[in-house]
């Protein structure tokens, strides 16, 4: 089990909503919440913000999640791989390879760093690389779901502005994680 004081909260928000129901919940020493004075970062703000986490793990959520399972999301996580909560619902809609880091997740914080250098190798740090990083990350590391309720804060993830809504997300998302897969798929042969 990693230790409660072993663990940073990461967090990312555009700042337009009230993160207290959010940092009411978390049992983390260390919190680092980045916000819109870095949202030219998007998504990949979250992973940027791991690097300044003075613990070897992270936990993560979206700000549009509230999650109370705190002590056994600790006790599965496991160093070496993300622990996310299974956060597909009834319908995978074609991502049940990979894990969602968005209703919680505890990883190392290197972690991403070694997935998103796979696959610089071969995509560009684009746009959509910033904006579906958690779709390389969740892609390309190692991970396993544990089966934890968290509540999706509707009224916010249901917003018009939020990315998930945006026409061309949909797209991007899957353009973004099939990359993901041609790296974590790639097989070398030794010669």
Request: a negative charge; aromatic letters at 8%; glycine letters at 6%.
């Amino acid at each position: 089990m990693i230790d409660v004081a072993d663990v940073t909260a990461c967090l990312v928000t555009r700042g337009d909503v009230d993160l207290t129901p959010i940092l009411d919940t978390l049992p983390y020493e260390h919190v680092i919440v980045w916000g819109p004075d870095r949202e030219e970062l998007h998504v990949y703000g979250r992973y940027a913000a791991m690097l300044e986490a003075p613990t070897r793990f992270v936990y993560t959520q979206d700000d549009d999640c509230v999650f109370h399972h705190h002590a056994e999301l600790l006790a599965a996580a496991d160093p070496g791989r993300i622990t996310a909560v299974y956060g597909h619902g009834d319908n995978p809609d074609g991502y049940q390879d990979m894990a969602l880091v968005h209703g919680g997740a505890i990883m190392d914080r290197d972690l991403p760093a070694a997935a998103f250098a796979r696959y610089l190798e071969r995509w560009p740090r684009d746009e959509g690389f910033l904006r579906e990083a958690d779709m390389i990350n969740g892609t390309i590391s190692p991970h396993a779901h544990v089966d934890l309720d968290y509540e999706i804060r509707m009224g916010i993830a249901q917003a018009p502005n939020r990315m998930c809504n945006q026409p061309w997300q949909r797209g991007l998302k899957l353009q973004i994680t099939n990359r993901a897969r041609q790296v974590r798929d790639r097989v070398e042969v030794a010669a």
